[in-house]
């Protein structure tokens, strides 16, 4: 298959999920915020001490790396 027109195949598929990852935040933006806080989930390590406090989101981790994990199989399954 030609090289370009598989390049040009996945720009489209970008664009569209840009613009719809950007529709989301727009309304959701206008309702007060999102419905679920990504980074302040129950489950994240924090840790605050005298000297100073330590982060770290643990579980929107796994959350988004399987959000992305399904976008990437679902857009691989679309090109067969």
């Given at each position: 298959?030609?090289?370009?027109?598989?390049?040009?195949?996945?720009?489209?598929?970008?664009?569209?999920?840009?613009?719809?990852?950007?529709?989301?935040?727009?309304?959701?933006?206008?309702?007060?915020?999102?419905?679920?806080?990504?980074?302040?989930?129950?489950?994240?390590?924090?840790?605050?001490?005298?000297?100073?406090?330590?982060?770290?989101?643990?579980?929107?981790?796994?959350?988004?790396?399987?959000?992305?994990?399904?976008?990437?199989?679902?857009v691989?399954?679309?090109?067969k």
């Open positions: 298959m030609d090289p370009m027109r598989e390049l040009g195949r996945m720009l489209v598929f970008a664009g569209v999920a840009l613009a719809a990852i950007g529709a989301l935040v727009w309304v959701f933006a206008g309702r007060g915020g999102w419905p679920l806080r990504l980074g302040r989930l129950p489950g994240d390590i924090a840790y605050q001490g005298k000297h100073g406090s330590f982060y770290f989101p643990v579980v929107t981790c796994i959350l988004l790396s399987v959000v992305f994990t399904l976008i990437l199989w679902l691989q399954w679309l090109k």
